[in-house]
């Protein structure tokens, strides 16, 4: 990976991180709802860096926004349900 890619990776990872509470990756529901957006994500990102051009800087700009959005409705849904917990946390309980 590029440096510049990195920094690009890093500023996304940072965006999930503010828009994503504590406790909400246990809860396997936000990997469905995120899975595809991060893989179109990854794929523009390394399509960009084959190619730098106008096309390629908006398709990742795009597929990071849509990634950083599916977290955001991840969250959402979390919130509504209550904030559950993990499986084997609920069982034990």
């Known amino acids: 990976m590029t440096p510049a890619a990195r920094r690009i990776l890093d500023a996304v990872v940072e965006?999930?991180?503010?828009v994503s509470p504590a406790?909400?990756?246990h809860w396997t529901?936000?990997?469905?709802?995120v899975h595809r957006p991060g893989d179109r994500f990854l794929d523009a990102l390394k399509l960009w860096q084959e190619e730098d051009s106008p096309g390629t800087r908006g398709a990742l700009q795009g597929a990071a926004e849509a990634f950083v959005g599916a977290w955001q409705e991840a969250?959402?849904?979390?919130?509504?349900?209550?904030?559950?917990?993990r499986p084997e946390e609920e069982a034990v309980a």
């Open 15 to 18: 965006r999930v991180r503010e």
């Open 23 to 25: 406790g909400l990756g």
């Open 29 to 33: 529901p936000a990997w469905e709802l």
């Open 75 to 85: 969250a959402r849904r979390w919130e509504a349900e209550g904030r559950p917990s």
